[in-house]
T-cell receptor, first 115, second 108 residues
Framework: NAGVTQTPKFQVLKTGQSMTLQCAQD?????MSWYRQDPGMGLRLIHY???????DQGEVPNGYNVSRSTTEDFPLRLLSAAPSQTSVYFC??????????????FGEGSRLTVL | GQSLEQPSEVTAVEGAIVQINCTYQ??????LSWYQQHDGGAPTFLSY????GLEETGRFSSFLSRSDSYGYLLLQELQMKDSASYFC?????????FGAGTRLFVKA
């Protein structure tokens, strides 16, 4: 019963490097999203997707790209990492809003440090 | 637009009762969820109110008034392990916004 799986759990990058944070869910959820959380703060929505082939921007999309080629996977790409992107990243998924319990299912998080 | 207000910090004594209030403004409102997050962990789902009234789950209860755009989380018989951040999350539209949350400190 995997739920939402994020990889890697920890990553250190140098400024200017690119990388992809992986997120996969096995619950057939239509909705998936990425958040970042900085120390002592809440979660800020980066991008979200309501189904395969459909993505949209959240509160803080700059510097990040996403794609949704399958229902299961929703990778987050950092094109040119900057120290300001040092954060903890959470992926979440949920069933359709009108049918669900309002619950977002979260991955364990990916801790990214950009030097 | 969307807005969300919760107290930034609440301190209470072990064994006491604490209420964390939440006011919100969002479009396409379905319901109000509450999440708990311990330091270093992921948010975990606590409760969801789709209808007005009180929902009880063990020591935790959550209340919603749709007409007032207001809800609260009630924690009873506080334990040290309840020290965490708590987020009220309006479910509406596709942009699920968490806000800064409320930091609860439970003292012995």
């Amino acid at each position: 019963n995997a739920g939402v799986t994020q990889t890697p759990k920890f990553q250190v990058l140098k400024t200017g490097q690119s990388m992809t944070l992986q997120c996969a869910q096995d619950m057939n959820h239509e909705y998936m999203s990425w958040y970042r959380q900085d120390p002592g703060m809440g979660l800020r929505l980066i991008h979200y997707s309501v189904g395969a082939g459909i993505t949209d921007q959240g509160e803080v999309p700059n510097g990040y790209n996403v794609s949704r080629s399958t229902t299961e996977d929703f990778p987050l790409r950092l094109l040119s990492a900057a120290p300001s992107q040092t954060s903890v990243y959470f992926c979440a998924s949920s069933p359709p809003r009108s049918l669900g319990s309002g619950e977002l299912f979260f991955g364990e998080g990916s801790r990214l440090t950009v030097l | 637009g969307q807005s969300l207000e919760q107290p930034s910090e609440v301190t209470a004594v072990e064994g006491a009762i604490v209420q964390i209030n939440c006011t919100y403004q969002t479009s396409g409102f379905y319901g109000l969820s509450w999440y708990q997050q311990h330091d270093g962990g992921a948010p975990t789902f606590l409760s969801y109110n789709a209808l007005d009234g009180l929902e009880e789950t063990g020591r935790f209860s959550s209340f919603l008034s749709r007409s007032d755009s207001y809800g609260y989380l009630l924690l009873q018989e506080l334990q040290m392990k309840d020290s965490a951040s708590y987020f009220c999350v309006p479910t509406g539209g596709f942009k699920t916004i968490f806000g800064a949350g409320t930091r609860l400190f439970v003292k012995a």
